[in-house]
């Protein structure tokens, strides 16, 4: 059974780190694209990050590019956001979605490259990542 399960959400001060794992179980992630979506109380889902784990090209919201990178373990079949320098505005639930394909389901909206979650296949469970001093 495909199934997607995040853990590394917890209580960060403003200017630290964290490091959300998602790991994949029922497939093989070379053969799917894994992206981060993020979604705050009263704020609309966001894509954060995008990874094609066969040869690691990413996708970075402008949000958060510079500060987080997404990663790939194909050994452990595991994707990694790693994030730094946290802001208060990056508290959120974050999930971590897969759709079987060699391309990040991006779209031109807003003035902006944007990830389309409504593209996204299977779904994790979320996990709440807070950042407060």
């Known amino acids: 059974q495909l199934q997607l399960m995040e853990s590394g959400g917890g209580l960060a001060q403003p200017g630290g780190s964290l490091t959300l794992s998602c790991a994949a179980s029922?497939?093989?992630?070379?053969?799917?694209?894994i992206a981060w979506f993020r979604q705050a109380p009263g704020k609309e889902r966001e894509g954060v990050s995008c990874?094609?784990?066969?040869?690691?090209?990413?996708y970075y919201a402008n949000a958060v590019k510079g500060r987080f990178t997404t990663s790939g373990d194909k050994a452990k079949n595991t994707v990694l956001l790693q994030m730094n320098s946290l802001k208060p505005g990056d508290t959120a639930a974050y999930y971590c979605?897969?759709?079987?394909?060699?391309?990040?389901?991006?779209?031109?909206?807003?003035?902006?490259?944007?990830?389309?979650?409504?593209?996204?296949?299977?779904w994790g469970q979320g996990t709440q990542v807070t950042v407060s001093s």
């Open positions: 990874i094609r784990t066969s040869d690691g090209g990413t």
């Open positions: 979605a897969t759709l079987r394909s060699d391309q990040c389901p991006t779209t031109f909206k807003g003035g902006m490259i944007q990830l389309n979650p409504d593209e996204m296949e299977y």
């Open positions: 029922g497939f093989t992630v070379d053969d799917y694209v």
